[in-house]
């Protein structure tokens, strides 16, 4: 276990609707990073925020957004949802000044 | 931005023999790569990692190897065992020790001990 918690574990939708994934990292880390992990696409990162800013962006669509809370948990919001959003999604923590990265367990998003 | 190409996308070795997973990157910035184990179904797992001013690092089984002449590390395995049946990842990154990371991964390796 690595702390790094996410829910929900599965999450099965339809075409055109919105979904939102949370997690919470590890007590004390302060960045979190969302990742999507496609079978075509393998491991992609979407997003960093670190205490509650955003730091980087990958390759994170525009129908896609995050936030990180005060409390350091995040969000992932994906809206107007298509098939080929199906995928794994990952978040990760660390504690910032390290960078040795903890996965959490993932939500499996199905999109029908 | 960095790539990250990793070869062979399969490797299957009989238990007892080593096995070697290879990793090229792109930018000559990068100072971080970790290794990352992944079961079917479950998270990825960091199994070891390098910094840009070591040139190896070993844990029991496991070594990485840091080439930056050439923009190169290898994973190697001894021993291998049937749990070490995964796919793993390589992963880089430029700004170690920073408040940014963002890791970008390499396509992963299916690996397969046969008992």
């Known amino acids: 276990d690595s702390g790094v918690t996410q829910t929900p574990k599965h999450l099965i939708t339809a075409t055109g609707q919105r979904v939102t994934l949370r997690c919470s990292p590890r007590s004390g880390d302060l960045s979190v990073y969302w990742y999507q992990q496609s079978l075509d696409q393998g491991l992609q990162f979407l997003i960093q925020y670190y205490n509650g800013e955003e730091r980087a962006k990958g390759n994170i669509l525009e129908r896609f957004s995050a936030q990180q809370f005060p409390d350091l948990h995040s969000e992932l919001n994906l809206s107007s949802l298509e098939l080929g959003d199906s995928a794994l999604y990952f978040c990760?923590?660390?504690?910032?000044?390290?960078?040795?990265?903890?996965f959490g367990p993932g939500t499996r998003l199905t999109v029908l | 931005g960095e790539n990250v190409e990793q070869h062979p996308s399969t490797l299957s070795v009989q238990e007892g023999d080593s096995a070697v997973i290879k990793c090229t990157y792109s930018?000559?910035?990068?100072?971080?790569f970790p290794w990352y184990k992944q079961e079917l179904g479950k998270r990825p797992q960091l199994i070891i990692d390098i910094r840009s001013n070591v040139g190896e690092k070993k844990d029991q089984r496991i070594a990485v190897t840091l080439n930056k002449t050439a923009k190169h590390f290898s994973l190697h395995i001894t021993e291998t065992q049937p749990e070490d049946s995964a796919v793993y990842f390589c992963?880089?990154?430029?700004?170690?020790?920073?408040?940014?990371?963002?890791?970008?991964f390499g396509k992963g390796t299916k690996l397969s001990v046969k008992p």
């Open positions: 930018d000559s910035a990068s100072n971080y």
């Open positions: 992963a880089a990154t430029t700004n170690y020790g920073g408040s940014q990371g963002n890791l970008i």
């Open positions: 990760a923590s660390s504690v910032g000044v390290e960078i040795e990265q903890f």
